[in-house]
């Protein structure tokens, strides 16, 4: 993920929850700051009741981005060893790679990329392009951006496009609490109907709004899921976008 200082105030308190309310709701249980292999780290500890499980995390501030490793010990599981979980964390080394040997990480191709560069690659799954010198999607409101994912889908559940695009409009109200969601259809392109929701929301600390396009299709037996974003006074970044999500193609 993108490099950020690591502060242990950021974490939050022990005992507080994340994600309250959702499958991933978690309590903190414990958190450490330190260094690893030189580098500045936090281990944390998350006990997520809805999923039986305890999640040990480090997440390192690297020399090229921040790096995020997790262990999940489900709660049937006993005799687990804290001390070889904790080794096996701080174990992590940072091995630095290109751009392209990342995108050859991650489980779909992006065939068209319409002078677009990546900005990031999250946790090999996660593709994020822009048009413009800012990374941050919500730093720079004047660029438009794209965020593509892939995600495999469980034995006998399918994506239907118009049976599921109000859970695409769900995703992005959760995704962005503050968004207007504007229309909800089913395209149909060369790739078949894709669900598409039109949104309009406004940055934290921004003064103007931003203009967002939510697209999701099944291919392959995988669920494909692209968000983009654009200035509002750009209508023709649309098109452009979606260019480029008819370019993205499980390997």
Known sequence: SPRERLNLRDVGAIGSMTAAGTPNEGRLEAAEQMTVNGRPAIL???????????????????????????????????????????????????TPRSTDQRLGDVPFRLTE?????????IANSLVVLTDGPGNQLDEAPGQSFAMISQF?????????????????????????????????????????????????????GANMPVAGAAWAWESGGNFMFF?????????????????VRDGVTPK
């Open 44 to 94: 944390m500890r998350l006990r997520m009741p809805r999923r039986a499980l305890v999640n040990h995390t480090v997440v390192i501030e690297g020399e090229h981005g921040n790096v995020s490793v997790s262990l999940a010990i489900p709660d049937r599981v006993t005799g687990a060893d804290p001390a070889a979980i904790r080794a096996a964390l701080l174990s992590v080394v940072e």
């Open 113 to 121: 990329m319409a002078g677009m560069r990546v900005a990031h690659i």
């Open 152 to 204: 495999p889908q469980r034995p006998g559940e399918r994506f239907d496009a118009a049976r599921d695009v109000t859970k695409v409009a769900a995703m992005i109200r959760q995704q962005y609490p503050n968004a207007t969601i504007l229309t909800q259809s089913v395209e149909r392109t060369a790739k078949g109907p894709v669900a598409a929701v039109a949104y309009r929301r406004t940055p934290p």
């Open 227 to 243: 968000v983009a974003q654009h200035p509002t006074d750009k209508p023709e970044q649309t098109a452009r976008l979606a260019k």
